[in-house]
């Protein structure tokens, strides 16, 4: 059983600088991706980014430039450093493992950002 646990959301004031982080557990192959994805009220959920085993990121359009992912894969843990971070950053966050085409998916943590 592969387990996704995300931490570090809350209520946050916008320019802020939270970090998400995910600890995935269980067993499963050391070639994969994690990554983030959101989903806002009324919107589908959408790709924050993503990083590889072995290093490869991709972010959204939106949070480029804003965000970064990184990961600890003797921890098989991914981060989401969130920087400057505005209104409509607010969404619930969800953490993906993705191994050979099959996604594992955390409950999500919610972020709030006020003004």
């Given at each position: 059983?592969?387990?996704?646990?995300?931490?570090?959301?809350?209520?946050?004031?916008?320019?802020?600088?939270?970090?998400?982080?995910?600890?995935?557990?269980g067993t499963f192959f050391s070639f994969n991706t994690m990554g983030w994805f959101?989903?806002?009220?009324?919107?589908?959920?959408?790709?924050?980014?993503?990083?590889?085993?072995?290093?490869?990121?991709?972010?959204?359009?939106?949070?480029?430039?804003?965000?970064?992912?990184?990961?600890?894969?003797?921890?098989?843990?991914?981060?989401?450093?969130?920087?400057?971070?505005?209104?409509?950053?607010?969404?619930?966050?969800?953490?993906?493992?993705?191994?050979?085409?099959?996604?594992?998916?955390?409950?999500?943590?919610?972020?709030?950002?006020?003004?």
């Amino acid at each position: 059983q592969v387990q996704l646990e995300e931490s570090g959301g809350g209520l946050v004031q916008a320019g802020e600088s939270p970090r998400l982080s995910c600890k995935a557990s269980g067993t499963f192959f050391s070639f994969n991706t994690m990554g983030w994805f959101r989903q806002a009220p009324g919107k589908e959920r959408e790709l924050v980014a993503t990083i590889s085993s072995v290093g490869k990121t991709i972010y959204s359009d939106s949070v480029k430039g804003r965000f970064t992912i990184s990961r600890d894969n003797a921890k098989n843990t991914v981060y989401l450093q969130m920087n400057s971070l505005k209104f409509e950053d607010t969404a619930i966050y969800y953490c993906n493992l993705r191994v050979i085409r099959k996604d594992y998916w955390g409950q999500g943590t919610q972020v709030t950002v006020s003004s």
